[in-house]
């Protein structure tokens, strides 16, 4: 039996709002938090290892990010500890698998992925990248035995940079029910999603979100803004006057304004999918850096027994 150990982690957002639900972890044990988190069904939770276990494999899953959560594996496992301890390493270390899946392309610096080599029992480290791409991503893609995505198009755009094997693997949905009757369905629109506007790439979503918060009434339009929003967004107002397109910067201040004002707070997993649950239409937008169909959003509405009207890609 082949052991495949997966490293995930979750936006800090989830974990804040997992600790604020559940103020009583600190009496629990290490096994009993990461199931309660999973349970929350954030993103692809423990899909993959519930699905590869019935085909036989050991799974086990590791929350990279998640620092109470190794603080608490540490408590249990680790005979002697520092204060510069590497909890990650050493959880590989004593899981000792075949297959290592890392979720999260930016731990697969050069250093840590020759360290891992030295465990005897790892035969193939993968890494997932699905989201835009930098020299650093494609440097330490190119430390793993493979990669991991989730688009075509982000599949020719790292064969273009790296000589390895490029798998695909599209995101899933996992059918669940939540709310106990979804034949009526009370809210007519929703968007569910992240606004980072440093590098462009949510432009057109920020005009969209805008548009549905002003046209239509009963909505659910819900907003991760991405971390320190007010200072970046000052420092936004400073750079237009700065910038060729005044006017246009201008008008985009004032709609970022107004979703932050207007939007409601960001919600995850089992939370968002008791609000599709009851939604009619779920409107999607890609960011401007692809193509190619494929984000998250697009199967977790279909999945929710939404009508999704989306942007025109390939695939």
Known sequence: MLKFLRISNLYPEVLNNFKRKYPEIKKKNYNEILSLLHLERYSVSNFYSIYLNKLNYKCTEIISNA???QKKWADQYCKVRDKNSNFLFKQI?????NILFI????????????????????????????APFNNVVFNNLKNVDAAVTCTFGYQKKINNFIKKKILFLPHAYYQQKFIKNNNERDIDITFIGSIFFDNSLHIDRINLVYKLLKNFNNTYISINFSNFFLIRYILFVFEIFFSSNILRNTSL????????LFAKKPVFGKEMYQIFQRTKIVINMHIKDTDYAGNMRIFEATGSGC?????????
């Open 67 to 69: 620092d109470f959560l």
């Open 93 to 97: 270390n004593y899981y000792k698998p």
């Open 103 to 130: 979720g999260n392309s930016h731990l697969c610096n050069k250093d840590f992925i020759e360290k891992l080599r030295e465990i005897k029992s790892i035969k193939l480290i993968l890494a997932f990248h699905c």
């Open 253 to 260: 201040i004032y709609k970022l304004l107004f979703i932050f």
């Open 307 to 315: 009508l999704l009207l989306t942007d025109k890609k390939k695939g």
